[in-house]
T-cell receptor, first 114, second 113 residues
């Protein structure tokens, strides 16, 4: 069964606007961690933001924030004030306490238009 | 502080040839991972290690072997390469905290003809 689902293969956003990238997950563990990574065209994987399942507040890191809805099992990434350099693949991932593994979604390709 | 490095960056093999990919990290991390990335499939775990001298299978281990003789190095071997192993390979490492983020290497693009 798919653990992490990213339903948007591609997204477009106008420069300076906000964009939401969707991520839903599947777990029966009450404790888990959710991660977002950015992969620009150069290929490296860049860690963006982390949300723990017991965290009371949604995580924020600069222009990145995580819209965490635990009951719906969704952890959407919100990028505010998009920049051309935000154009990249974005991956959602989850780690469960019972596993040493981190499962990744298929990714969303974001294109920022000038 | 180089972080996670991978050698080589690119490689072309013929079917049946063997090769070893080297991953090195200088962050004293306990955990190390090898992933492959294929179009439309995200990253899939091949093998991982929770410490020096230990290895474990991930989601797609067939056709690969690994070794972790030193804490800072994690080697991925292909004994008899197949075209299905054409992919981009990423190494990652992580500190001891279960929910620490993983740090990734730059990737190795492997083509098997």
């Amino acid at each position: 069964a798919q653990k992490i689902t990213q339903t948007q293969p591609g997204m477009f956003v106008q420069e300076k606007e906000a964009v939401t990238l969707d991520c839903t997950y599947d777990t029966s563990d009450p404790s888990y961690g959710l991660f977002w990574y950015k992969q620009p065209s150069s290929g490296e994987m860049i860690f963006l933001i982390y949300q723990g399942s017991y965290d009371q507040q949604n995580a924020t890191e600069g222009r990145y924030s995580l819209n965490f809805q635990k009951a719906r099992k969704s952890a959407n990434l919100v990028i505010s004030a998009s920049q051309l350099g935000d154009s990249a693949m974005y991956f959602c991932a989850m780690r469960e306490p019972s596993s040493d593994d981190m499962r990744f979604g298929a990714g969303t390709r974001l294109t920022v238009k000038p | 502080n180089a972080g996670v490095t991978q050698t080589p960056k690119f490689r072309v093999l013929k079917t049946g040839q063997s090769m070893t990919l080297l991953c090195a990290q200088d962050m004293n991390h306990e955990y190390m991972y090898w992933y492959r990335q294929d179009p439309g499939m995200g990253l899939r775990l091949i093998h991982y290690s929770v410490g020096e001298g230990t290895t474990a299978k991930g989601e797609v281990p067939d056709g690969y072997n690994v070794s972790r003789l030193k804490k800072q190095n994690f080697l991925l071997g292909l004994e008899s390469a197949a075209p299905s192993q054409t992919s981009v390979y990423f190494c990652a490492s992580k500190g001891a905290g279960h929910y620490n983020e993983q740090f990734f290497g730059p990737g190795t693009r492997l083509t098997v003809l």
